[in-house]
C-alpha cells in the first residue's frame, strides 16, 4: 500500500476576532479556488466524516479561542481539510498572537496546477501577513531549521541556514521561513525587500501578483524536494537573497 502525498499550506495573519468574517472567507475561497470542492463535514472523535448541513451558520458558531475547527471534504480516499488556531503572543514574533491556518490536501497533478491559486486564496481570505505551500515531508525538514543556542542547539542538515524560533523574530510581518510556494503580503514583501527587479528577475518570472497587492512566487518549478540538488540550490539563493527571513538578520 502506498502513502499518498499531502500538500501542507499554513498563512499567519493578525489575531481572529470572533465577528471578522475571516473563517467563512478562507473556507469559500478554497471551494472557489478549486472547482468541485465542498468542505461541508467535520470529523468526529473515531475519525468519521460527519455531515455539516448548516455549515457556515455552524463555522461561524465554531469561531472561537482565536480560532475555527477542522472542516474536510467528506472524502477520506482524497481528502482535503482546514482548519484555524491561534499562536500566543508568547510564541509569535513581536509578542502579537497570530491567526494560523491549516489546510492538507493531496499532492498530485491536479493540486500541483491548482496549488498557487489555493495558496492565495487562503491567505487572502485570512488576510495573512504571510504563509506558504509545501509538500508535506520537506516542510517537516525545513522546520528543523529552526534552532536556538540553549533550547536547539546543533546546525541544520545539508548546509541549510540556521532559523530563528519565531517568536525571536522581531516582527510578525517577517516570515519564519521559505517553502515551494510563497506568500508575501505587501507589508511582508516590503519588510525584505522584495521585489528589486535587477535582484529578483528569476523569481518574478516565477511570480503574480495578488488583488491586495501581495505576492505568490514559486520557488521552483515542481514541488520542493530537497533531495533534489538543484532544489537546493535555488532554496539556498532565496535565503541568501533574504537574510531578514528567519530572524537571521534583524
Known amino acids: 500500500m502506498t502513502t499518498r502525498r499531502k500538500l501542507g499550506i499554513i498563512v499567519y495573519a493578525p489575531a481572529l476576532m470572533s465577528s471578522d468574517g475571516r473563517t467563512l472567507a478562507v473556507v469559500h475561497g478554497m471551494e472557489r479556488a ?40 467528506g472524502d477520506e480516499s482524497y481528502p482535503v481539510t482546514v482548519y484555524g488556531l491561534q499562536t500566543p503572543g508568547s510564541q509569535a514574533p513581536g509578542g502579537q498572537p497570530l491567526f494560523d491556518v491549516h489546510a492538507k490536501l493531496p499532492l498530485d497533478d491536479a493540486m500541483i496546477a491548482a496549488a498557487p491559486g489555493v495558496l492565495e486564496s487562503v491567505a487572502e481570505g485570512a488576510r495573512a501577513l504571510w504563509g506558504h505551500a509545501t509538500p508535506s515531508k520537506t516542510a517537516v525538514e525545513i522546520a528543523g531549521q529552526t534552532m536556538d543556542p540553549v533550547h536547539k542547539p546543533g546546525f541544520p542538515p545539508r548546509g541549510r541556514p540556521a532559523l530563528k524560533f519565531p517568536e525571536k523574530i522581531r516582527s510578525p510581518e517577517i ?19 522584495f521585489p528589486d527587479p535587477p ?11 495578488t488583488a491586495t497587492g501581495g505576492w505568490v512566487i514559486r520557488l521552483t518549478d515542481t514541488p520542493l524536494d530537497l533531495d533534489n540538488p538543484s532544489h537546493i540550490e535555488v532554496l539556498m ?14
Open 34 to 73: 478549486l472547482p468541485g470542492l465542498r468542505l461541508e463535514w467535520k470529523v468526529s472523535e473515531d475519525g468519521r466524516p460527519i455531515a455539516l448541513p448548516q455549515r457556515d451558520a455552524w463555522l461561524a458558531e465554531e469561531t472561537k479561542d482565536g480560532g475555527f475547527l477542522l472542516v474536510c471534504n
Open 199 to 209: 535582484r529578483d528577475a528569476d523569481l518574478l518570472a516565477r511570480a503574480r501578483r
Open 237 to 250: 539563493r532565496a535565503y541568501e537573497r533574504f537574510p531578514a527571513i528567519g530572524g537571521r538578520v534583524q
Open 175 to 193: 516570515p519564519h521561513r521559505l517553502g515551494w510556494l510563497n506568500y508575501w503580503s505587501a507589508a511582508a514583501a516590503q519588510a525584505i525587500g
